[in-house]
């Protein structure tokens, strides 16, 4: 089984839905991340979490939200999707300290139409 | 705020050659910097990690440096495969607060 795993693999939605796209991992990590990626941008930070009262914005915030149920657990939820959110979705985790490795889930393809 | 940059974006070369790709960041005061593979549409795999006290990393055909105070990478991949097809992507973690900065890859085409 996958260490940091994301669901759903695939979604296509509406614009103006609500939708949540789920991280789990089995590492033990305190830090999880989610990244976006788009064709020619690389791939950018949404949000970030050190422990479960600790989240904080990234770069490209706005129109997302987050939650952090527990330590193995990190949401990102989009409150009214709109086309422009069309992209690869990734999770990452990492341990204590900042010298640790970043893992990556295999990525959510999210479809806003 | 930290920039890293990959050259070139794409990369074409025949079965069994030796080739490098490069990766520049413009701020050296990092703890680390990590080479990731990832094939169309898929996640990202970790290849290599150097610390910042390291010089290189080495895994079976990969060879991967580090030039800090330059704020260079290279990763080095020995007698290419039509399988080493992919984009490669490096990521370097810094004095802020945990997060990486990435860059935009180079996709590597290997020709059988």
């Known amino acids: 089984d996958a260490d940091v795993t994301q669901t759903p693999r695939n979604r296509i939605t509406k614009t103006g839905k609500r939708i949540m796209l789920e991280c789990s991992q089995t590492?033990?990590?305190?830090?999880m991340y989610w990244y976006r990626q788009d064709p020619g941008l690389g791939l950018r930070l949404i949000y970030y979490?050190?422990?479960?009262?600790?989240?904080n914005k990234g770069e490209i915030s706005d129109g997302y939200s987050v939650s952090r149920q527990a330590q193995a657990k990190f949401s990102l939820s989009l409150e009214s999707a709109i086309p422009n959110q069309t992209a690869l979705y990734f999770c990452?985790?990492?341990?204590?300290?900042?010298?640790?490795?970043?893992?990556f889930g295999n990525g959510t393809r999210l479809t806003v139409t | 705020k930290q920039e890293v940059t990959q050259i070139p974006a794409a990369l074409s070369v025949p079965e069994g050659e030796n080739l490098v790709l490069n990766c520049s960041f413009t701020?050296?005061?990092?703890?680390?910097l990590q080479w990731f593979r990832q094939d169309p549409g898929k996640g990202l795999t970790s290849l290599l990690l150097?610390?910042?006290?390291?010089r290189e990393q080495t895994s079976g055909r990969l060879n991967a440096s580090l030039d800090k105070s330059s704020g260079r990478s290279t990763l080095y991949i020995a007698a290419s495969q039509p399988g080493d097809s992919a984009t490669y992507l490096c990521?370097?973690?810094?004095?802020?607060?945990?997060?990486?900065?990435f860059g935009d890859g180079t996709t590597l085409t290997v020709k059988p």
């Open positions: 990521a370097v973690s810094g004095t802020n607060a945990g997060k990486s900065t």
């Open positions: 150097i610390q910042s006290s390291q």
């Open positions: 979490s050190f422990d479960v009262k600790d989240i």
């Open positions: 590492k033990g990590h305190d830090r």
């Open positions: 701020d050296s005061a990092i703890y680390n």
């Open positions: 990452a985790t990492r341990g204590a300290y900042d010298n640790s490795p970043l893992h």
